[in-house]
């Protein structure tokens, strides 16, 4: 079954850029899936952040948008995350999730219904000096 | 922005109980609902999909219903397994967000 492994440093400096990877194991990053990441500041809920097609079509989320490049290597089997400008509000679990789709036929429309239903175990980073 | 609005934030109930957790959204998107399960220290769980399809696994006294803007997850008979965090998220509109609900905590009477 898929498994999904973030990696990157824990440590991050304020001002810097935060960059994790997302390694896929037991299926490929070419599926027919999105391929998303999420953060949790420490005692909070959860932020997503934005998602990834093999193709590398993107889409991130808006309060985010202008600081989030996520990218795919697929030679590699993985994708990536680089949050720029960071500050200690930035400081947070990060997971990647691989986002699932079940769809069905209504009448002539097709609806698409997406879940993240594959997760990494996360990876703690810390915004400090 | 669709906001996702849980309730309660925490709740405490005891083995063997029958728990209701509420999602609102603040538009209507349909049925375009997830549920996830969150303990310490570990990543989330999706326990239900498309506001009412149970995962591949999970325990069949997790159940989900809703449309529109208002949606619940039912615990038929808590667990010791069931005190966790839990999250609603919507995918209605995925460009603009898989936007979470706050969460709210079962705690252990």
């Known amino acids: 079954q898929v498994q999904l492994q973030e990696s990157g440093p824990g440590l991050v400096k304020p001002s810097g850029t935060l960059s994790l990877t997302c390694a896929v194991s037991g299926g490929s990053i070419s599926s027919s899936n999105w391929w998303s990441w999420i953060r949790q500041p420490p005692g909070k809920g959860l932020e997503w952040i934005g998602e990834?097609?093999?193709?590398?079509?993107?889409n991130y989320n808006p309060s985010l948008k202008s600081r989030v490049t996520i990218s795919v290597d697929k030679s590699k089997n993985q994708f990536s995350l680089k949050l720029s400008s960071v500050t200690a509000a930035d400081t947070a679990v990060y997971y990647c999730?691989?986002?699932?789709?079940?769809?069905?036929?209504?009448?002539?429309?097709?609806?698409?219904?997406?879940?993240?239903?594959?997760w990494g175990k996360g990876t703690t980073v810390t915004v400090s000096s | 922005d669709i906001q996702m609005t849980q309730s309660p934030s925490s709740l405490s109930a005891s083995v063997g109980d029958r728990v209701t957790i509420t999602c609102r959204a603040s538009q209507s998107i349909s049925s375009y609902l997830n549920w996830y399960q969150q303990k310490p220290g570990k990543a989330p769980k999706l326990l239900i999909y498309a506001a009412s399809s149970l995962q591949s696994g999970v325990p069949s006294r997790f159940s989900g219903s809703g449309s529109g803007t208002d949606f619940t997850l039912t615990i038929s008979s808590l667990q010791p397994e069931d005190f966790a965090t839990y999250y609603c998220?919507?995918?209605?509109?995925?460009?603009?967000?898989?936007?979470f609900g706050q969460g709210t905590k079962l705690e252990i009477k």
């Open positions: 990834i097609y093999h193709s590398g079509s993107t």
């Open positions: 998220q919507q995918s209605y509109s995925t460009l603009r967000g898989y936007t």
């Open positions: 999730a691989r986002i699932g789709d079940y769809n069905i036929l209504t009448g002539y429309k097709i609806h698409y219904y997406y879940y993240m239903d594959v």
